[in-house]
């Protein structure tokens, strides 16, 4: 029997690729998955509800945690903090759960160094112009974000490769099924399942 421990599934992506609302689609179908809220420093989008997309929090509360090792990873972007809380993350392991982090690369390369069978998957749009069209698309911010979050998007593609896998989300539904499928591929990695191995040789050697 292969092992019943959650994993950790990094979710990364282009701001406007989607990633989003894939995780939302995720965990809609499949009660076998906690999504991670993130602690942040930005004002509340319209519409966003504190504890349920993020925690919201000052630069002061924000740099409290990082004092006491209260998150397995932080960065900055766009002049804010983001940061993942360890308790929520590490409750959720020991409960089974396969825990989803939506968070940048920076944050996805200090998860994959304290995690090392962390699962990064990096969502990506079938296009660059698709990526610009669904930021404009969103109609809450000003163009000087887009553009950063543009600026931003040129500097991530450098750090794809450090992935393990890449989702294009051209077609919602088909996007999530891959998701969910590359993680219950994950589940049957032979790292993960050591003690089931070790089992089977064992009574191998006794036949």
Partial sequence: ???????????????????????????????????SVSATTRDPRPGEVNGREYFF???EEFEKLIAEDGLIEHAGYVDHYYGTPRKFVEDKLKEGKDVILEIEI??????????????????MPPSAKELKKRLTGRGTESSQVIDERLKRAREEAVGIENYDYIVINDDLDECVIRVHEIIDAAHNAPSRNLDFINTIRKELNEL
């Fill in 57 to 59: 929090v000052s630069n």
């Fill in 1 to 35: 029997m292969t092992s019943n421990k959650g994993i950790i599934i990094v979710v990364s992506g282009f701001s406007g690729a989607g990633k989003g609302t894939i995780m939302k689609e995720l965990t809609g179908r499949y009660d076998r998955y906690a999504l």
């Fill in 106 to 123: 920076q944050g996805a390369l200090q998860i994959k160094k304290q995690y090392g069978d962390a699962v990064l998957l990096f969502v």
